[in-house]
């Protein structure tokens, strides 16, 4: 294989094996290399009607066999992905460690003892902004209506704010 098509792909073997495993987000060209590498093991179809099958799950990023330790944002949370997030707290693996504590990103690190004292203290030191806090409920609400429009809700209309975060957990 020529060392330019070497240096495009993602791939290698340890790579191909973390992201088979459900350690590493899958990119498309795992799929590509997977669907080849059953194309020449099984013959028929079967590399295309694998890809295939990938394409009409949306390709996938998390699965394998450490993919409940991971995971994302998956509607409603449910499902076998995020098992060990959810029993500390968290909604998934990112909000383990997104800094905000549990549903929420941004601002300092929380929730996590003294672990989260020493990345403030790494932070402080290197000059990181660490921007601020925001529950993922207002990052959904303001997606959905409008930058700020959470923040505006909860001083002027605190009723229509709960209203909001009840439908929001309901689609996020």
Do not use: C
């Not at 993919?67 to 707290?89: D, E, L, W």
């Not at 790494?122 to 993922?136: F, I, N, T, V, W």
């Amino acid at each position: 294989m020529p060392q330019d098509d070497k240096k495009k792909k993602s791939g290698g073997l340890l790579n191909d094996l973390a992201m088979g495993l459900g350690l590493k987000d899958r990119d498309e060209s795992y799929y590509h290399r997977t669907a080849k590498t059953i194309q020449r093991n099984q013959g028929g179809n079967s590399g295309m009607n694998y890809y295939n099958k990938m394409l009409d799950r949306g390709l996938p990023q998390r699965g394998g066999l450490f993919s409940f330790m991971t995971g994302g944002n998956q509607s409603n949370n449910t499902g076998g992905n995020n098992v060990i997030p959810r029993m500390f707290g968290y909604r998934d693996t990112t909000d383990m460690f997104d800094r905000g504590g549990r549903y929420a990103s941004g601002g300092l690190y929380q929730d996590g003892g003294g672990y989260s004292v020493l990345a403030n203290i790494g932070a402080a030191l290197s000059g990181q902004d660490m921007g601020e806090r925001q529950l993922y409920v207002d990052q959904y609400i303001d997606q959905q209506k409008g930058a700020g429009f959470a923040e505006q809700m909860k001083t002027a209309y605190p009723e229509y704010y709960q209203q909001l975060v009840v439908n929001a957990m309901r689609n996020m």
